[in-house]
């Protein structure tokens, strides 16, 4: 799963990598929780000649025809290998398809019957990446509008699988276009190679939304030295 994650790259970064042209006004995040605003790129608005642009999106996926954005926490996360097939997002899935840009992003390993130790897992040659994403619009009862995206899910690469079963989708920056206007399907939905995950353990720090400074993301050993 994919439960919190980190940004810091300069927004100039991420227009490079994603080719959008808008430039928001983003600082460094490095504990990016659910149900925040967080950065993403999707395509539009001209139909016949579609560019990357960025928007903002409520993290926790609202379908559209749901009454109530109140279980949005519980939709953070999507697998891949269902997405086609759940209500929630079988829509957006075929043609609301984002990308979630990241530097890294965080999983609890379970240490024996109660503990848990956090680790920050990225992608060794890849400092700023993408998560593959999906959005909706959401209208509530009193027409304000809210736009909500999710991070798909896979099988955890094996090299990280000790720490838990399953990741993000990490995309391959060549399938970011197909994935965007939807030729790709969920054939490349798939684990990141083994030996280009990179991961170290951090401290507990981060389990706390209201921790966001660079030190989370030090190697805990670096701290106990």
């Keep these: 799963m994919c439960g919190r994650f980190s940004l810091t790259s300069p927004v100039e970064a991420l227009r490079r990598l994603f080719g959008f042209s808008e430039r928001p006004n983003l600082g460094p995040r490095y504990n990016i929780a659910p149900t925040t605003d967080i950065a993403a790129i999707r395509l539009g608005p001209d139909e016949t000649c579609p560019n990357p642009h960025y928007f903002s999106a409520h993290w926790g996926l609202i379908p559209s025809w749901s009454k109530s954005a109140d279980f949005s926490a519980r939709m953070i996360n999507a697998r891949s290998e269902t997405v086609t097939e759940k209500p929630a997002f079988r829509a957006a899935s075929k043609s609301r398809r984002c990308l979630i840009p990241a530097n890294g992003f965080y999983e609890w390993q379970k240490i024996g019957k109660s503990g848990k130790q956090p680790w920050l897992i990225g992608v060794k040659d ?97 701290k106990l030295i």
Aim: hydrophobic content about 40%.
């Design 126 to 222: 890849a400092p700023l990446f993408a998560f593959a994403g999906l959005w909706e619009t959401w209208r509530s009862p009193e027409s304000s509008v809210i736009e909500s995206c999710t991070i798909l899910t896979t099988t955890a690469s094996q090299s990280i699988s000790f720490i838990h079963q399953r990741m993000p989708v990490i995309l391959n920056p060549a399938d970011y276009t197909n994935w965007l206007n939807g030729t790709a399907g969920t054939e490349i939905l798939k684990p990141m190679a083994s030996e280009s995950m990179s991961f170290y353990k951090v401290s507990p720090r981060i389990g706390k939304v209201h921790n966001d400074d660079a030190d989370l993301l030090d190697p805990l050993e670096a």
